[in-house]
């Protein structure tokens, strides 16, 4: 059990958001609560009445009200708050007496820092909001977008938002493949891009990869050009100006619309199949960003939150959402670190971030580097450190606590592109425990399950939601009968949401996740996960990465076990550093975590939001191409996965000596 690192202070429901909430459910309902664990309970027991305060303590406004806050407890098929019209954007952008509180704070390495107020952003969406009737987009259309993380990719979502049509974004680092696989479902009538932009020191032209978009979408009536990279080259033919597309000011009005109208489309990583087109509605995001930004993330008027993610993962939607909170954003593009690890430390003491999101593996790179960050920057500001995406190994918590001090919360969640948010992670009430999660959000009935769809505690099971959430998905697009979305999430255990985790929940309510259930290792009839041997193998100085594949025997026996690691500046990879490793695993985790093969690699297979690819791998391992496993346009590194189809070539040629993956 891990030991407690922070705990709530003394003070705690006088100066958080969520305090306030407590204080205004007895004041406004009468009800009262012992801590978090009671205040969690109530809210998935009661649905109706936890959704419905939520609704209230927020102040969402809705054209018509609504009959009721759940009409029906089924899932899928709960129906939220029927009968209220209401729109997402105008919580945003309807003023509330601070236009010139800072919005928008973004940083390029495209171009020169910029800020927009709340008066500017409203004023830019009203224009946008303009150019788009002018080009046809009204309710249901699809507004799609090649854009990176600036300001004018929120400009663009929320004019569109306003006008009830539907949003989708790919990051310009997909190749036309992954983005085509992903619009090319909506049927857009407009898409936004820019020509190129700058990672780093490099510029990467995008022009001919726009051209061949625009020629896969058939449908497609305009093109706007996005102006960033700057130069001659910033330029794409036949598109319409983002200046002329902006170029009328005018009212700003936001069309009302159901709670379950489309407001953007979120895709799923498509590395073994199309990707999945979820869509999401204005109310579900709108009340569970209110709940999880508001009172788990303590986010209020005038704080600051920065997180970098690209367009591509859902990480930017609930950036985004901050605004409806009145705190400002920070907008980032290009190399999160260049020209070095410490980028990202300084440029939050720089802007004042209240709040920091990394991601794990980020972290554990700036330990294992020796950056001093609580010693060379100002983080007086910060209130809170989240991370997500991966999990975060005990020395992580330890090395955040060392640099940063005892006073700020490191909230560690996971969730997914699914349901938009989180589903478990910390919040100011709950304590830090070393190595685990919190534990469970309000509003989200999770637990683990074993193979019978039995709870269980203290042991590792299938990651489930039992009851609905107003941010589960709408449905996929282009989904009759909602065939694909019931298959994907509610197959395994009928009438309740199987996410695809493998977790472990305490007795205290605490929980670690070890990794996709679909790539946990099943050695001998022990389950293990990924997650697991990762922390381990990668706390050695000479391995920077590692991917670990297990192969099932058919027969029952215990199968191979693979580990590839990429290896840092000057290590190699001989017997004695083998040996090293393997000791480490058995040391640190037990004798059936040791592989039976160990091999470098130059890179892990990652998608563009750092997820490993363990599963497409054992696909090529199996005897699939890396083509049929994985679209190259989706992947961090196009070229990831050859290492490892000239590997499986060497196996399947015999001894399995041949054709190793060259290290580096």
């Not at 190399?335 to 003491?349: C, G, I, K, S, T």
């Not at 009839?525 to 192969?551: C, F, K, M, N, W």
């Not at 190259?632 to 070229?639: E, G, H, I, K, N």
């Not at 050859?642 to 001894?655: F, I, K, L, P």
Request: charged letters at 25%; aromatic letters at 10%; one cysteine or more.
């Amino acid at each position: 059990m891990g030991e407690v690192l922070w705990a709530p202070p003394p003070d705690v429901l006088e100066k958080t958001e969520i305090g306030r909430y407590v204080r205004w459910l007895r004041a406004e309902r009468g009800l009262g609560f012992g801590g978090y664990e009671d205040l969690w309970r109530w809210s998935v027991e009661d649905l109706e009445g936890f959704w419905s305060s939520i609704w209230d303590f927020f102040g969402v406004r809705s054209y018509t009200p609504p009959q009721r806050a759940l009409a029906s407890r089924e899932m899928p098929g709960a129906r939220w708050f029927p009968g209220a019209r209401l729109n997402y954007a105008e919580r945003i952008l309807a003023p509330a007496g601070d236009d010139a509180r800072t919005a928008i704070i973004a940083h390029s390495q495209s171009r020169g820092p910029l800020e927009l107020t709340f008066g500017e952003l409203r004023e830019q969406v009203a224009r946008a909001r303009a150019g788009l009737l002018r080009l046809g987009v009204g309710p249901g259309d699809r507004v799609v977008a090649y854009l990176p993380n600036v300001p004018e990719t929120v400009v663009a979502f929320l004019a569109t938002a306003s006008l009830g049509a539907v949003w989708a974004t790919c990051a310009p680092e997909f190749g036309p493949r992954s983005v085509v696989d992903r619009f090319g479902q909506l049927d857009p009538k407009v898409l936004l891009a820019v020509a190129g932009y700058r990672y780093g020191d490099r510029f990467v032209d995008r022009r001919s990869e726009v051209a061949a978009i625009r020629e896969a979408l058939p449908n497609l009536e305009h093109l706007v050009h996005v102006p960033y990279a700057g130069g001659a080259n910033d330029a794409l033919p036949g598109a319409i100006a983002w200046e002329e597309l902006l170029s009328e000011a005018a009212p700003l009005a936001c069309e009302p619309v159901a709670f379950d109208h489309p407001l953007y489309v979120l895709f799923s990583s498509g590395t073994t199949g199309k990707p999945k087109a979820i869509v999401h509605g204005h109310g579900g995001i709108l009340l569970e960003h209110l709940k999880n930004l508001g009172l788990t993330w303590d986010l209020r008027p005038g704080d600051r939150l920065m997180w970098f993610t690209t367009t591509a993962w859902m990480m930017w939607n609930a950036l985004v959402s901050a605004l409806l909170l009145r705190a400002a954003i920070v907008t980032m593009d290009g190399n999160p670190v260049y020209p070095d690890l410490a980028f990202q430390w300084r440029l939050a003491e720089r802007v004042g971030a209240t709040m920091l999101g990394v991601a794990p593996a980020f972290l554990m790179a700036c330990r294992k580097a020796g950056l001093a960050v609580g010693k060379s920057f100002d983080f007086s500001s910060l209130r809170q450190l989240g991370a997500a995406g991966s999990p975060l190994p005990p020395e992580g918590f330890d090395w955040v606590y060392e640099q940063l001090g005892p006073d700020v919360l490191l909230n560690i969640g996971s969730g997914g592109t699914d349901v938009c948010t989180g589903i478990v992670q910390g919040s100011p009430l709950q304590p830090v425990y070393r190595g685990e999660i919190s534990g469970p959000c309000l509003g989200v009935d999770a637990a683990a399950f074993d193979e019978r769809g039995r709870p269980v505690v203290g042991e590792f099971g299938e990651l489930v939601i039992r009851s609905p959430m107003p941010s589960m998905p709408v449905g996929f697009w282009n989904d009759p009968g909602d065939r694909r979305y019931r298959a994907a999430y509610f197959e395994r255990f009928p009438g309740v949401w199987c996410h695809g985790d493998w977790i472990r929940f305490a007795e205290r309510g605490s929980c670690v996740i070890s990794g996709r259930s679909d790539a946990t290792l099943n050695r001998g009839g022990v389950r293990l996960g990924t997650g697991e041997i990762y922390a381990v193998v990668e706390s050695l100085q000479e391995v920077r990465d590692s991917l670990v594949v297990h192969l099932e025997d058919d027969e029952g026996g215990p199968g191979e076990l693979l580990l590839f690691v990429v290896l840092a500046p000057g290590a190699a990879l001989d017997d004695g550093l083998r040996d090293r490793i393997s000791s480490t695993i058995r040391r640190e985790l037990s004798p059936r975590h040791v592989p039976d093969t160990i091999e470098a690699v130059p890179s892990v297979p990652r998608t563009l939001s750092q997820k490993k690819l363990e599963v497409p791998v054992k696909r090529i391992l199996l005897g699939a191409r890396p083509d049929e496993v994985a679209s190259r346009d989706s992947l961090l590194d196009p070229t990831s996965l050859d290492a490892y189809a000239a590997y499986a070539a060497g196996r399947r040629e015999g001894a399995g000596e041949g054709g190793r993956p060259a290290s580096r």
